[in-house]
């Protein structure tokens, strides 16, 4: 039987607009959770990062028993392992928020750049920024500087994490994205093939975290605008 995937959820009580294609997890609870019954966990643009942080020794475990964390989002705390702060884009402009490159990978697969660029017509909800990459990490998309918007990083712990600048792939199920439609079955098609997680076999870490020192609330971006699309681009 395939694990199935988590998405950690501020409000599990609320209702869902569609029917899920994940488990939701209370975040608060994630320290009384047995992460490995997964076998990738997502973690919201909007998560309590604070919370994430208290709990950052569970999620190494957790990817060092092979499982996948996926990240969407501007990081702002330390808790998830090789990852730096976020590094908005300065000045924003339509021609930074252009997606330039995307690698041949499955998430990806049959996805046009413009679809990732514009989303209904306005620019910015993809990436407005990036998150410096680690050294072997694996970039998947790039916008029109050269930023780095989406990578995969399998160095840093014994799992795999998936970091991209701003946004929550998932977010594209349903949305008038054109070819970004085909995103989120892939992106979840890939989960459980890349992930190698297994029940844990010996107890994980309590230590409370340590305050954190790569990032901090600084690392927020001054501009989260977004840009419509003109004529004469």
């Known amino acids: 039987m395939t694990a199935p995937i988590a998405r950690l959820d501020m409000d599990t009580r609320s209702p869902e607009s ?4 994940t488990d939701r997890i209370d ?3 994630v320290g009384s959770e047995d992460l ?5 966990l997502i973690v919201p643009a909007m998560a309590d990062q604070e919370q994430l942080a208290r709990h950052r020794d569970a999620i190494g475990d957790y990817l060092d028993a092979g499982g996948v964390v996926v990240f969407g989002g501007h990081l702002h705390r330390d808790w998830l392992p ?7 884009l300065s ?14 990978h499955p998430i990806f697969d049959g996805v046009e750049a413009d679809d990732l660029t514009f989303r209904r017509g306005v620019a910015g909800f993809f990436a407005r920024g990036h998150h410096p990459v680690p050294d072997g990490a694996e970039v998947l998309v790039r916008l029109a500087g050269g930023e780095p918007a989406t990578y995969v990083d399998r ?3 014994g799992g795999t994490i998936l970091v991209q600048a701003s946004c929550d792939l998932l977010g594209y199920a349903g949305s008038a994205g054109g070819t970004a439609q085909r995103i989120p079955d892939q992106l979840l098609d890939w989960l459980r093939a890349e992930s190698r997680v297994r029940p844990a076999d010996t107890p994980r870490r309590t230590a409370a975290a340590a305050p954190s020192r790569r990032c901090s609330a600084a690392g927020w971006p001054r501009s989260t605008a977004v840009l419509r699309r003109t004529t004469g681009r």
Request: net charge positive; no cysteine; charged share 20%.
């Open 27 to 29: 975040l608060y609870e």
């Open 18 to 21: 569609e029917p899920s294609r």
């Open 36 to 40: 490995t019954r997964y076998a990738a």
């Open 82 to 88: 090789g990852a730096a702060a976020f590094v908005p």
């Open 91 to 104: 000045p924003p402009s339509l021609r930074g928020y252009r997606v330039a490159e995307i690698a041949q």
């Open 155 to 157: 160095v840093s712990t």
